[in-house]
């Protein structure tokens, strides 16, 4: 009997550990992605701090883009410069680059920045639904970057290049802002 009730308390014992453990692993996987999460809200509020953006009624979106633009790493911050001398060529004459527009008269109507924010989020975040970009749009815009980052990463945002993507969406921004002033 002595053998019975020892090994009842083995296998006892053997399964308190067995369902303690799970949790124990599922609680770091969480940090984990919390720490990543945190970095990348962290990286947000690098490029959009004092920027200062604000929607506008007629899906106009104000704000300091010069240190938008500043805060973007190089390599996108010079495709942002040519891209914003070549909307203003358009502007002056006339005169689109754009193969489906022929002339800026027929792509007057671009829509709100929010609109074009969100086709072009969706390059890197696969699951963006409207309700999940209308809660990061909004996150962004009020400065609540943590609500931004949580928003990208249920959405799908991969979260190996941090750095990386946060300079992609506050270029994406700042490039929709140029479209919008100067498709006007």
């Not at 996987?29 to 959009?48: G, I, P, R, S, V």
């Not at 009624?57 to 973007?72: A, R, Y």
């Not at 979260?159 to 506050?170: C, F, H, K, R």
Request: hydrophobic share 40%.
């Amino acid at each position: 009997m002595k053998k019975f009730n020892l090994f009842i308390t083995f296998l006892s014992l053997v399964l308190l550990i067995s369902t303690i453990t799970p949790s124990f692993a599922h609680a770091t996987t969480l940090t984990d992605k919390e720490k990543q999460e945190q970095q990348l809200a962290n990286e947000l509020k690098k490029m959009f701090e004092g920027v200062n953006l604000k929607e506008n009624p007629d899906g106009s979106v104000t704000g300091d883009i010069e240190k938008l633009k500043s805060n973007l790493p190089e390599k996108l911050r010079n495709d942002l410069i040519a891209f914003e001398k070549q909307k203003k060529a358009e502007a002056k004459t006339g005169i689109s680059t754009r193969g489906a527009c022929p002339t800026i008269e027929t792509c007057k109507n671009v829509g709100p920045v929010s609109q074009c924010v969100n086709r072009n989020l969706k390059n890197i975040v696969p699951n963006l639904t409207q309700d999940t970009f209308n809660t990061i749009w909004g996150a962004i815009v009020a400065g609540n970057f943590a609500t931004a980052a949580r928003g990208l990463t249920k959405a799908g945002l991969k979260l190996g290049a941090v750095t990386w993507a946060s300079g992609q969406i506050a270029y994406y921004v700042s490039r929709c802002i140029v479209n919008h002033d100067f498709g006007k």
